[in-house]
C-alpha cells in the first residue's frame, strides 16, 4: 500500500450530558482509525464538537483520498453541528473553487448535469452510523416508517454533498437498534471487513 494515501475521519456525535456520550462512535472512530493506520494510510482527525476551521477542512478534504463521516442518527439525520460543518466547510470550498467551481451545468452545452461541477473525482465517501432503529425497518415495503427505503436513500442529503462535488459514495456501514436487540460487539469485529471491501484493501 502506498505510504502517501490519506483517509479523513470526521466524528460528529454530539454529546448530550448523561445520554449520548459518544462511547459507540468513537469505538468506530477508533477501529477505523487502527484499520487505515494498519494499511499504511496517514489519517486526518476532525471532531466537529471540538470545533474546526473551515479552510483547515477543505485542506483536509483535497488530501483525502477517502473520506469517512462517523455519526450517531439523531431523529433521522446526523446531529446539527455536522449540518453546521458542511454548510461552513463546503461553502468555503465553493468560495476558493477548491472543491467545486458550479453546479455544473453551462449554457455552452445544455448536456451537462445538475451536479457535474464538482473537483472531488477520484475520492472516497462512507458513512458509519449508529441507529436506535433495527436493520428489519429497512428494505421492507411493509415496514411503515420508511416504506422501503435504505440506509442510502435515509443518508442523501449527507451523501449528496460529496458526489454533488463529485466523490464517489460508497457502501454505508450500520450498527443497529443499539439500545434494545443489537449486537455492537459483532458490528465493531466485522468493521473492519466491510472498510477492506469497499476501498478494495484486501
Sequence with gaps: MNQSKKVLLINTHLTYPNWTEGTLNASFFQTAKDFFEANNFEVLETKVEKGYNPEEEVEKHLEADIIILQTPVNWFGAPWIYKKYIDEVFNSGLQSQKLLTDDGRTREDPSKQYGTGGK????????????????????????????????????????????FCGAEVVADYNCFDIFKDGDIARDLENYPSHLSNVFNLD
Design 120 to 163: 472531488m473525482q477520484g475520492k472516497k465517501f462512507m458513512v458509519c452510523a449508529t441507529w436506535n432503529a433495527p436493520a428489519a425497518s429497512f428494505n421492507d415495503p411493509n415496514q411503515v416508517l420508511f416504506e422501503g427505503r435504505s440506509t442510502a436513500d435515509a443518508f442523501i442529503a449527507i451523501t449528496s454533498n460529496y458526489r
